[in-house]
């Protein structure tokens, strides 16, 4: 379409929900004041042009898609390099949701808002924009094989664990079973048969990660402020961790490990139960080594 006719149908757009828009800018503003230093017609002109261009033969979504856009849009252009979530990248993650919308397939208008802050908060919990991206292909690549929302967080929950995200692999599996088995066969190059081994294993893949460290000092990022002990978390069904809890008298970490990654997840109740807890370095697949003048954990599967 043309950059005339968008502006046109931006005008009229505007024009028909001004009320609406004008009471989400003004919100905006109280909690965003430094967008008053943007260029927010050119930028409302962008995000508006870029949807259109995707959802306009459903002008429900593409309104809710807008409104929404519009109040996380503009803060991210602020907070462009620190954001946790970039503008653009915001914007790419809403255009990949056309397959569910298309002909209401599976995402109609009252069911956006919900969908999207679950959709969102999947990319955020992705450490960093490098990996974000990598998502954002993989769903790219896989979304159009969903048939029911359900498969659809079904795939984000498979998709971050073979990222890298080990905290996400019990739930990664368990919810795999939603998926088709041809899904399951190029994400994960097994069978959904091969699902339960899976499930028991945390090193049934061939993945990214064999060994390596984990963790630093608090005052260059890391999570520690003193190095690191290792303690072993009984009692509690935790099968998704490792069973080990990783403290440093301040702050306690479970301890997640497999073959596509490592890490360490905070748990503000760990802060006092962890000292109490027995010392231990190894699992039944898992051994730690952890030094008393380093803020690092040393993991490595057991074998290696």
Known sequence: MAAMEIGTTLALFLQKEEPVLQASLDTLLESHPLVRELDVEGLLSHLFSALFEVFSSDSECLRMLFLHGMRHYLPAVLKEGETTLPAEMLLESWLLLRPLISDQRLLSADKLPGFLERWELA????????????????????????????QVFALGRLAAWILGLAEQ????????????????????????????????????????????????????????????????????????????????????????????????????????????????????????????????????????
Not at 127 to 146: G, K, V
Not at 180 to 203: F, M, Q, T, Y
Request: hydrophobic share 35%; glycine share 8%.
């Open 123 to 150: 990319l955020k919990r992705l450490p960093d924009n490098s990996m974000r991206r990598s998502w954002l292909d993989h769903m790219a690549r896989y979304l159009d094989q969903c048939t029911r929302l359900e």
């Open 169 to 304: 692999r019990q739930a990664a599996l368990e919810s795999a079973d939603l998926l088709p088995e041809k899904l399951i066969g190029e994400l994960l190059h097994i069978e959904k048969s091969g699902l339960k081994e899976a499930r028991d294993n945390p090193w049934f893949f061939k993945g990214s990660f064999i060994k390596g460290r984990i963790g630093g000092f608090a005052g260059y990022g890391g999570p520690f402020l003193q190095p690191p002990t290792c303690r072993r978390l009984e009692g509690v069904s935790l099968p998704a961790s490792s069973g080990l809890v990783a403290h440093d008298r301040k702050n306690g970490y479970h301890l997640f490990a497999d073959s596509f990654g490592c890490r360490l997840v905070y748990d503000p109740a760990l802060l006092t139960l962890a000292r109490n807890l027995p010392e231990a370095h190894e699992t039944e697949w898992l051994l730690v080594d952890c030094r008393k003048d380093s803020h690092y954990l040393w993991v490595r599967r057991k074998g290696a």
